[in-house]
Each structure stands twice: as structure tokens, then as C-alpha cells.
Nanobody, 127 residues
Framework: VQLQASGGGLVQAGGSLRLSCVSS????????MAWFRQAPGKEREFVSA????????NYAEFVNGRFTVSRDNAKNTVYLQMNNLKPEDTAVYYC?????????????????????WGQGTLVTVSS
């Protein structure tokens, strides 16, 4: 499975971006998918996850209703809609695939559990 993330860019604080991640796999719906991010000098942190069916989602506390994760299994694509962006959201955002369709919150939030990773897309939020 190969993942290709896109949609990053430079945006002013309060603006929006939509990230996309396309999978090359033919059985996309069997993988729970997640977004992680890594800011310079910081560890990779969990942002959001979505089950294989798309019915279950999970968010980091700092999201606070600003981001929405979704997926279109017909297009092998997972999205992250980010609104009301803040300078502290500046980071490289990575999509990741879990080898199962569901997971507990502790599993979904642990980047070590994910078998597949995209190359990352840079999001820069200016103040």
C-alpha cells in the first residue's frame, strides 16, 4: 500500500485547508486511516483517525472542533478539512494506514501501530 498526501500550503491564521491522501491499495476500506503531524523539533503527534467504514472518528484534544476527517472509499482517499487554523498548527502532516479497520483510541493514537505512511505535506500558518 502506498499513500500520497497533498493539499498543504501557506495560509493565514483563521484560514482553511483540506488535505487529501490517496491510497494505491485495492482494499482501502479494510484500513483505518489517520493523520499525524510533526512540527520542527517536536515529536510526531496524533491529529485524527477514521475507521475503515468511515462511521467512527477520533480526534486529538487540540483539534477542538476545527478539523474534520472523512474518507471516500470509492476513491481510496481520506481527507482532513482544517478550519480556523492557528500558527501552532504549522507542521508536516502525514497520513497513515492501520492494518485493521478499527482500533481502540489508544491504538489509533499510537503512530507505532501504523504500517503505512505517506510522504507528508507541509502546512504553514502565518500569524
Amino acid at each position: 500500500v502506498q499513500l500520497q498526501a497533498s493539499g498543504g500550503g501557506l495560509v493565514q491564521a483563521g484560514g482553511s485547508l483540506r488535505l487529501s491522501c490517496v491510497s494505491s491499495g485495492r482494499t482501502f476500506s479494510v484500513y483505518a486511516m489517520a493523520w499525524f503531524r510533526q512540527a520542527p523539533g517536536k515529536e510526531r503527534e496524533f491529529v485524527s483517525a477514521i475507521s475503515g467504514s468511515g462511521y467512527s472518528t477520533n480526534y486529538a484534544e487540540f483539534v477542538n472542533g476545527r478539523f474534520t476527517v472523512s474518507r471516500d472509499n470509492a476513491k481510496n482517499t481520506v481527507y482532513l478539512q482544517m478550519n480556523n487554523l492557528k500558527p501552532e498548527d504549522t507542521a508536516v502532516y502525514y497520513c497513515a494506514g492501520l492494518s485493521v479497520a478499527h482500533g481502540s483510541a489508544s491504538v489509533l493514537r499510537d503512530h507505532r501501530r501504523y504500517a503505512y505512511w505517506g510522504q507528508g505535506t507541509l502546512v504553514t500558518v502565518s500569524s
